[in-house]
């Protein structure tokens, strides 16, 4: 009897250990991972990095990994920066800049690895929440080049937005981040990237940064409009006493600088990250970030293509809050525009006549976090402003979407390699999956909670 109770048991498992699948979104493979290897029908296990492989639509199977995305934490504490210059040795610049705003004139090329994904998502939704979903694959958002495996693609871009040029007649912007430093994001662990200083770090970006001006030098009838290094600059004016950020300093600039050379020469415009009212804000930070900033645009050349600053990027801030968030209590500039009007001055103090771009994808929803510098899912955000350049501010040149809404900002998994405590915090949608895979769950919500909403 005892012997048939044993089979009986060990039958009982055999359907489950069948039936051991993922669901479409879900994890199915990765460094450290035990769970289920293989996915519901209709979806494939697709390796998206290392440490995390995602049950994905069959039809929305990508050729590549999807980009990470910049997490924002932002101790508003005051750290001067030091003021090494790196040498300018960029070969002169064949473009001519345009004068005024780069996207006066243009539209905006669409990526096409995010409408899949988006087109794969609404189709897991039904009824007019399905047709809203669908809807945003419309709405232009900038293309992150965070590996150097992926820079090819974007010739590829750049060849079908020429192409697209010849037969509309209409000029077209390519909007992309740059966003592979050794040692990135010096003061999280949910987008570590692909490079180390200590092996042979600043030498490999250096090559990702000429093969994307040697992609952007083939169509030089296409604009570009580039986001530089969200994060990196902003950690140097709050975070060097974080050893990390401390140590990568000296690389940070030298790298960026190479950027902003190697890109001016092949003519692109570009606005390097100045982080969020909430971390660079604080009064006690302006000036020291606009020091810093300032010294990036002399060591960059001082070129017209170094066009200004991005704010915001990732993140959730109002352009301008109907009402202080509680959470910004004690900043007086508690929205991105009142920090731009507060930075612009003290840039211009410094030399640098810096013009602006502020993300708005997740900012339809305010008054959704418990602190200022919690970036990760955050419950309750839903789609914002979509891009224009109609500002309302003339040191403005547009709002824009930076983060692929629906791609997660990191992992809710405290197992996981890459998981940042930001991740795990109350006001952080769970369970989340690896940074810049997607999370369907929340591109819903952003769709529904979007403040101007979604045209069905």
């Known amino acids: 009897m005892a012997k048939f109770q044993s089979l009986l048991a060990l039958l009982a498992l055999v359907p489950v250990l069948v039936r051991a699948q993922q669901t479409v979104w879900g994890q199915c493979g990765g460094i450290g991972w035990t769970g289920a290897t293989t996915c519901a029908s209709g979806s494939v296990c697709t390796e998206q990095n290392a440490y995390y492989s995602q049950c994905l639509p069959s039809s929305a199977v990508p050729s590549s990994a999807p980009p990470t995305t910049a997490p924002t934490t932002a101790p508003p504490t005051k750290t001067s920066p030091t003021t090494t210059s790196p040498t300018n ?36 939704m039904t009824g007019s929440a399905a047709q809203q979903a669908a809807s945003v694959a419309n709405i232009p958002t900038f293309i992150w080049f965070d590996q150097v495996a992926k ?34 994001d010096c003061a999280a662990a949910a987008s570590n990237g692909e490079f180390t200083i200590q092996d042979n770090g600043q030498a490999n970006y250096e090559n990702y ?80 970030a606009a020091e810093l900033f300032a010294q990036m645009y002399v060591a960059g050349g001082s070129s017209p293509f170094i066009r200004g600053l991005a704010t915001n990027v990732a993140n959730y801030n109002a352009l301008v809050a109907a009402t202080p968030d509680p959470i910004t209590q004690g900043n007086p500039n508690y929205d991105e525009q009142l920090y731009i009007n507060a930075l612009a001055p003290m840039l211009q103090q410094q030399g640098f006549s810096a013009q602006f771009v502020v993300e708005q994808a997740r900012s339809g929803v305010q008054n959704i976090r418990q602190q200022w510098g919690d970036w990760c899912n955050v419950k309750g955000a839903g789609f914002g402003t979509q891009p224009t350049t109609n500002t309302g501010n003339s040191l403005i040149d547009a709002i824009v979407w930076v983060k692929p809404g629906g791609e997660s900002d990191g992992t809710s998994n405290t197992s996981a390699a890459r998981y940042d405590y930001h991740c795990g915090l109350s006001d952080a949608d769970q369970p989340s999956p690896e940074a810049g895979t997607w999370f369907q769950e929340y591109f819903q919500t952003l769709v529904s909670q979007a403040n101007p909403p979604i045209p069905a």
Not at 160 to 167: E, F, G, L, M, P
Not at 232 to 252: F, G, I, M, Q
Request: negative net charge; glycine residues 4%; hydrophobic residues 45%.
């Open 151 to 184: 820079v090819p693609q974007l010739s590829t871009y750049l060849a079908d937005a020429s192409a697209q040029q010849t037969s509309t007649g209409q000029k077209l912007i390519v909007p992309i981040v740059v966003y592979d430093l050794p040692d990135r």
């Open 89 to 124: 040795s960029a070969p002169s610049s064949t473009a001519t800049p345009a004068p005024g705003n780069p996207f006066t004139g243009f539209e905006w090329y669409l990526s096409p690895y995010y409408a899949s994904e988006v087109s794969a998502a609404a189709a897991q």
């Open 209 to 288: 940064i000429d093969q994307i001006a040697a992609a952007v030098a083939q169509y030089p009838d296409v604009r570009v409009v580039a986001i530089i290094e969200p994060d990196s600059l902003a950690n140097l004016v709050t975070n060097l006493s974080v050893a990390e950020c401390s140590a990568a300093e000296t690389t940070y600039k030298t790298c960026i600088t190479y950027a902003l050379q190697q890109l001016a020469a092949v003519g692109v415009y570009m606005y390097m990250d100045a982080g969020h009212a909430g971390w660079l804000g604080w009064p006690a930070n302006l000036s020291p």
